[in-house]
């Protein structure tokens, strides 16, 4: 029950943050945007505290470990394959060209318009 109560609240700050932007229109841009930014960070600090924050940013932890254990190509894999995608490209195009060309050529042939 407590986790809905900081949920709601986070989203309270959330559109307190925007209310705020609009509810200062007169005001620099700089206090606008430091008031969208407060309700936001406030909004997180609200959502760190709760089981669903918790999870998220263990998730989050996670997620980063996983991607430092990619092997990335190297800059001459990266070079071949992208000729290889462009090659395959040139090589389609053509192919769907001729195919284009030669149903023009045969509706053009049956009906009677071949020059």
Known sequence: MTDKIKLLAAVLMVIAGIAGFYYLADSPS??????????????????????????????SQESVVEARKVVWPTRKETIQTTGIVFAFVVVMALFLWLVDAGLLWAVKLLMGQST
Not at 36 to 46: Q, T
């Open 30 to 59: 700089v206090v606008r945007l430091g008031a969208i930014l407060l309700g936001f960070a406030l909004a997180i600090a609200i959502f760190w505290f709760t089981q669903a924050g918790r999870q998220f940013f263990a998730f």
